[in-house]
């Protein structure tokens, strides 16, 4: 069974910069795709970012060139760096890793973190 923790989020003010960091208890971040997704108060999950086996990356529209995401297979863990963050990036972010190599973006992931706190403010 995987296990992620995330850690990295806090309160910052808006065009600020955040770096999440997501632990796996398994070297599942060199073998799997791996994903940050967030969930606002009132909205549904939205996928953030997927990084794959082989280090190809996906975002949403919504971040693209603000966001990073990135894997350190040797420490097995992720990473999401958040730059130029704005109010509407407030969301509970969550690590997630799935058990398929590629295509990583719009699938099922099957192991989740509890997640960690990312507030903007105006």
């Known amino acids: 069974q995987v296990q992620l923790v995330e850690s990295g989020g806090g309160s910052v003010q808006a065009g600020g910069s955040l770096r999440l960091s997501c632990a796996a208890s398994?070297?599942?971040?060199?073998?799997?795709?791996m994903a940050w997704f967030r969930q606002a108060p009132g909205k549904e999950r939205e996928e953030v970012a997927t990084i794959s086996r082989a280090g190809s990356t996906t975002y949403a529209d919504s971040v693209k060139g603000r966001f990073t995401i990135s894997k350190d297979n040797a420490k097995n863990t992720l990473y999401l760096q958040m730059n130029s963050l704005k109010p509407e990036d407030t969301a509970m972010y969550y690590c997630?890793?799935?058990?398929?190599?590629?295509?990583?973006?719009?699938?099922?992931?099957?192991?989740w973190g509890q997640g960690t706190q990312v507030t903007v403010s105006s």
């Open positions: 997630a890793g799935g058990d398929y190599a590629f295509y990583c973006s719009g699938r099922v992931y099957n192991y």
């Open positions: 398994t070297s599942t971040s060199s073998r799997y795709c």
